[in-house]
């Protein structure tokens, strides 16, 4: 079982930076895939960007060069770093952990992550 908080969510205008946390309950050293995703309302969720364990690291094309994902194996902690933030950003972001290897070289997929936080509201204003 795998628990996941993310935090540093919040309203920014647009061109702003927010960064995303999210701590793990379990050695993030260990999960092969975490990722980053997000729902805006009356939409479906979708990826924003992900990594597993051989090192790939994936974008959404919307999220390529505005938004960066790191982990700090450490802290037991995903991040999310988001530029030049746009008011089609906002949305609830989810972190994600999937601890098998389905999720391998496959990218922010939702269907193939399995352990979700509670989300963290962004809200980017014009």
């Known amino acids: 079982q795998v628990q996941l908080v993310e935090s540093g969510g919040g309203s920014v205008q647009a061109g702003g930076s927010l960064r995303l946390s999210c701590a793990s309950s379990?050695?993030?050293?260990?999960?092969?895939?975490m990722g980053w995703f997000r729902q805006a309302p009356a939409k479906e969720r979708e990826g924003v960007a992900s990594f597993d364990s051989t090192g790939a690291i994936r974008y959404t094309d919307f999220a390529e060069g505005r938004f960066t994902i790191s982990k700090d194996n450490a802290k037991n902690t995903l991040y999310l770093q988001m530029t030049s933030l746009k008011p089609e950003d906002t949305a609830m972001y989810y972190c994600a952990a999937e601890p098998t290897l389905r999720c391998q070289g496959r990218g922010p997929v939702p269907g193939l992550y399995n352990y979700w936080g509670q989300g963290t509201q962004v809200t980017v204003s014009s």
């Open positions: 379990t050695y993030t050293y260990t999960i092969p895939c």
